[in-house]
């Protein structure tokens, strides 16, 4: 047989391709399920990071369990809605957000109690430089004064942007206020090596990251926007 | 693999012996005379971005030893029916799909590894030790010295990257596997982790210093002028 024949090539070529084909089409589905899994167990892992609580990924599901005690969706005017079957879990807010009718986006909260005090986490997503950002914000039992942040990213520069998921710029965001007496205000993250001592509302960012750091910022005033109604009748609920 | 292995095993009489010093040579050669990063100076990219860790080394290691196996194997058994116009295309069809699987299957069972490793897997397909050792062995060897070949070669790559990795996670970062082996009490006498050994440029000195340690050992690879 001629392996070099014009009509050899093709047909060993298609028959390739289809085998190889079919072959990574099957390990892709067959291997799913688990990767879904780690996927789920993760992004727990993540919500109870932003209010200090470390896991594995083998408790992350019980943890979670134990100290998520509420999780509420709310439409993009921050009123309560309820969707059959789908829990605040079940959203994926970077897909949710890319969503093009801003009211039919679902906006999910995490409630948290442990010892009798709550703390209210928000899911945020927005991009950086180079692709997605996201993270989670807890507020404290008030909705003013953040308690903790996680933040992640897709493929920001490692060493500069990349930092956002390094404890040193996440802790940087604990005990700032997004409210200045009852108007909202986020708290913006500024260029690099700028002195934030004293203030309440602005957080120092990563010199030479600086877009990834506006990132930042600007995913955490698009988003929180849509809860401060809640947060304002919580507020006034409590008082 | 070991389906081949063991055919070959029944029928051995009338042909070379298994471990013939041939054979041999197609494991040992790769680790020291003919080793594919320190003498071929291949695959030097993922030994710079791999190595910060000893564990990412030791997954990096295992994966290629995987994807070389398989694809030596693959190529080597096709090697009578693959157009040679076509050759180079087919080997990386070959390679690619076995690095898609071996990061499939890192993303469900190892997770967190595979997030570290996240764009190095997809490089092994542009490993240039793997293509080089398809084309110039694999095409035209039977599938058992391929075999030897690919593991010959993985473990002469493996073993750079994990010597690397070690002195760097080390003296990087006081670590071994992720644990501390420095004691605080030599942090509290003031020595401090080398922050540059975490960079990419300390590990092309490192790999500098095995070759330079390697040259003046084996008399075989010192050159005359």
């Known amino acids: ?83 059959d079957g789908v829990t605040a879990f079940d959203i994926d807010v970077v897909k949710e957000f890319k969503t093009i009718d801003e009211d039919k986006r679902s906006y999910p909260l995490f409630i948290f109690e442990d010892g009798g005090e709550r703390k209210y986490i928000v899911p945020l997503a927005g991009k950086g430089l180079w692709g997605p950002i996201w993270g989670y914000v807890a507020f404290n039992g008030d ?10 990213h ?21 005990g700032k206020t997004i409210f200045e007496g009852s108007e909202y205000v986020s708290v913006e993250v500024v260029k690099g090596g700028t002195d934030v001592s004293g203030d309440k509302h ?38 | ?15 070379e012996p298994l471990f013939s010093s041939k054979n041999k040579k197609l494991l040992s050669d790769p680790l020291n005379d003919d080793n594919p990063i320190t003498i071929q100076v291949l695959g030097i990219c993922s030994a710079l971005a791999i190595t910060v860790q000893v564990k990412q080394a030791v997954v990096m290691s295992l994966s290629v030893l995987v994807v070389m196996i398989g694809a030596n194997l693959i190529v080597s058994l096709m090697r009578n029916l693959i157009p040679s116009r076509v050759r180079i295309i087919v080997q990386l069809v070959i390679v690619a799909a076995l690095v898609i699987l071996v990061d499939q299957v890192l993303k469900a069972y190892v997770y967190d590894v595979s997030k570290q490793l996240s764009v190095f897997v997809g490089l092994i397909i542009t490993n240039c030790i793997i293509m080089g050792r398809l084309e110039a062995f694999a095409l035209a060897n039977k599938p058992w010295p391929s075999f030897l070949d690919a593991i010959g070669n993985a473990a002469g790559y493996g073993w750079i990257l994990i010597a690397v990795a070690v002195v760097r996670e080390l003296f990087g970062s006081g670590k071994f596997w992720g644990y501390q082996v420095i004691p605080d009490a030599v942090y ?23 070759i330079w340690i390697q040259r003046s050992k084996n008399t075989k690879l010192i050159e005359e002028n």
């Open chain 2, 1 to 15: 693999m070991s389906e081949t292995a063991e055919a070959t095993a029944v029928v051995k009489e009338p042909r």
């Open chain 2, 188 to 210: 509290d006498f003031g020595y401090f982790n080398n922050g540059l050994m975490i960079l990419p440029p300390m590990a092309l000195i490192t790999v500098g210093i095995i």
């Open chain 1, 154 to 174: 897709k493929t920001e520069t490692p060493g500069l942007g990349a930092e956002i998921n390094q404890p040193d710029f996440q802790d940087k965001f604990i």
């Open chain 1, 143 to 152: 909705m003013n004064t953040i308690y903790g942040s996680t933040f992640d």
């Open chain 1, 1 to 83: 047989m001629d392996v070099n024949k014009n009509s050899y090539i093709f047909t060993f070529s298609a028959i390739l391709v289809v085998v190889v084909g079919a072959t990574l089409a099957f390990a892709a589905e067959s291997l799913k399920p688990m990767q879904k899994e780690n996927v789920r167990l993760e992004k727990m892992q993540n919500i109870l990071a932003s209010v200090k609580i470390e896991s594995t990924p083998e408790e992350a599901s019980a943890k979670f369990e134990q100290y998520i005690v509420e999780q509420v969706l709310l439409d993009h005017t921050g009123t309560q809605l309820t969707k």
């Open chain 1, 202 to 239: 602005r957080v120092d960012g990563i010199s030479g990251g600086t877009i990834t750091s506006k990132g930042v910022g600007e995913m955490m005033e698009r988003t929180l926007n849509v809860y401060v109604p809640y947060f304002k009748r919580s507020q006034k609920a409590a008082l």
